[in-house]
T-cell receptor, first 109, second 116 residues
Framework: GIQVEQSPPDLILQEGANSTLRCNFS?????LQWFHQNPWGQLINLFY???GTKQNGRLSATTVATERYSLLYISSSQTTDSGVYFC???????????FGTGTRLKVLA | GAVVSQHPSRVICKSGTSVKIECRSL??????MFWYRQFPKQSLMLMAT?????????EQGVEKDKFLINHASLTLSTLTVTSAHPEDSSFYIC????????????FGPGTRLTVL
């Protein structure tokens, strides 16, 4: 099956710092989403980004489908950015999402 | 738009009892809903895919007789954990697809199940 590796697994930032999170797929996926799981467990959709680049405020994402990776950029991080970030892709021919291993982010005040 | 709710948010039960978790799409019709399980500090694992009016499709290794799924309408899917045991304690999350955006899933807030 498809493997989805995220790096780094853990990240500690000082408030105001920038960071880049990476998601690598072992095989091609049709769609890709980035999620933020807050400390209460709620998954929040950040980006639906099968290819190209999107920006939303301090966050932006880039997916290079041909090279099977995606990047999530967080600029000027805030303590509310803390939580776990997951990427997920869909296997070809299905609508089943395969989740990555996650990046656990802690932003210090 | 695309809001998904789950009920209850937290449940504690005794070993051997059954627990039902509801997943509702509040402002859209969901052709397909998905049920995930998440253990502490781990990623989400897909348990089953639920289509309105038909039997659920379970992932390999998931016991269909233990995790009963019913998708009674385009806005409601239920997961029943039967004869729960402590190892069933976990965070259960549902998601739903809209008809107009089949490639994107929207997630419920999750249900934390603790079996004593």
């Amino acid at each position: 099956g498809i493997q989805v590796e995220q790096s780094p697994p853990d990240l500690i930032l000082q408030e105001g710092a920038n960071s880049t999170l990476r998601c690598n797929f072992s095989d091609s996926v049709n769609n890709l989403q980035w999620f933020h799981q807050n400390p209460w467990g709620q998954l929040i959709n950040l980006f639906y980004i099968p290819s190209g680049t999107k920006q939303n405020g301090r966050l932006s994402a880039t997916t290079v489908a041909t090279e099977r990776y995606s990047l999530l950029y967080i600029s000027s991080s805030q303590t509310t950015d803390s939580g776990v970030y997951f990427c997920a892709g869909v296997r070809s021919g299905t609508y089943k999402y395969i989740f990555g291993t996650g990046t656990r982010l802690k932003v210090l005040a | 738009g695309a809001v998904v709710s789950q009920h209850p948010s937290r449940v504690i039960c005794k070993s051997g009892t059954s627990v039902k978790i509801e997943c509702r799409s509040l402002d859209f019709q969901a052709t397909t809903m998905f049920w995930y399980r998440q253990f502490p500090k781990q990623s989400l694992m897909l348990m089953a895919t639920s289509n309105e009016g038909s039997k659920a499709t379970y992932e390999q290794g998931v016991e269909k007789d233990k995790f009963l799924i019913n998708h009674a309408s385009l806005t409601l899917s239920t997961l029943t954990v039967t004869s729960a045991h402590p190892e069933d304690s976990s965070f259960y999350i549902c998601s739903a697809q809209t008809l107009r955006a089949l490639n994107e899933q929207f997630f419920g807030p999750g249900t934390r199940l603790t079996v004593l």
